[in-house]
């Protein structure tokens, strides 16, 4: 008889990279140790799952956790219990803290925040500023390091890397994923002048215009073809770029974001004012339908929620002084979920999309998909769960959600993390066992 397991997951739907298939998943040392009939093995501890699908653990590829930085926004601790509670098991966090992570000393306070206080893995960005390009090689080799971080546009001080001669050393420097935020910093800096601060929000759109986007994205793409270092685009938000980006698949790979997906102005701006203040912004509806046309036919690598906190007194200051940027880390998966329940993916889709897609295009070790040997990260879903998003629900400190009141057909029921079950029923269960992520 085979050895027994320190978990077995009963009789749920397993969301296969060939398929859904129902079987049992049994868990030892942290890792899959077999899928199959496991009824005669003995368990010390099993999780139901018997008319619930168990997806690989989702990757929200794209948080920013604000820690270091002002704990009644968000801190490690608050956001990755956000990430259980919302059905993620890994998150990769953004560099743009208060202190930046620009060198080895601030990754290594930052990873060593991560012991007993996070509930989810988590992978590290690195930041890139002109001062750092040399040690940009080292630096992202270091334990943990998702990807280096790049904002070409909408970004202050030693975080923006905005000139070609600048991004080109950047990517001669090193090999393993770089992320953009690719909106232009001339153009947004030019047309900042066209509007003044009381301006209706949706005025955002027009600040951030599609030109913004585009145009960054063709100068990245420009650039990594010139050197050979592959761009990931974060947060694609035009129909132009996901065109654009069609013929450059050899060089550069897509991120979209769950609002992006979810959202349209005007009307967002008109029902949430400086709550639906992002960058790059939601767009009109025909960007919406784009990023849906490239979604089904094989455009995007990663679904993202950009969850990026800002206190209500941030929010709630006249755009353009608005603070930029929405909580969604939570509720990323709610709302994906109502999409599948529409019709609009698969779950096996968005399992490609949510977990195998990240892993692959950051190269995250034994994360992504259900199989042997593979860590024992699981999402368990009930996809005919009907619920409210409430803000009541929000774990991040800053308390609030553009998707509040958002009915939502299919809920997260469980999040397992290398083996520990850490969300059950909305319970966040015991102790933070979130370590670093291990890339190639
Ligand atoms: O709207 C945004 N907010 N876009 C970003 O790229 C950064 C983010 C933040 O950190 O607040």
Known sequence: MMDGFDLVLRGGWLVLPWGIEQADVGVRAGR?????????????????????HVLPGLIDPHVHLRDPGDPAVETIPDGTRAAVLGGIATVFDMPNTAEPITDTARLDRKRAGLAGRAWCDVGLYVAATKANIPGLAALEQQPGVCAIKVFTGSARGEMLVEDDASLEALMRSGRRRVCYHAEDHFRLTERRALFEVGDPPARHMDWHDVECAFLGTRRVVALARATGRPAHIVHVSTAEELDYLAEHRDIASVEVLVNHLSQVGPEAYEKLGGYAVMSPPIRERRHLDAAWA???????????????????????????????????????????????AAGKLSLTHLAELMSAGPARVYWALRKGRLAVGYDADFTVVDTRH?????ESWIASPCGWTPF???RC???????VVRGNVVMREDEVLGTPVGAAVAFR
């Open 32 to 52: 899959i140790a077999a899928m199959g009939d496991l009824g005669q093995v003995p368990a010390a501890a099993t999780l139901e799952c018997r008319n619930l």
């Open 409 to 415: 057909t299919g809920w997260p029921k469980a999040t």
């Open 386 to 390: 009907r619920r409210t998003i409430e």
């Open 294 to 340: 490239a979604v089904r036919d094989g455009r995007v690598d990663c679904i993202g929620s950009d969850h990026a906190p800002h206190s209500r007194a941030a929010k709630e200051r006249p755009w353009p002084e608005t603070a930029s940027g929405l909580t969604g880390v939570q509720t990323l998966l709610p709302v994906m979920l109502d999409h599948v």
């Open 404 to 406: 509040a009141g958002h």
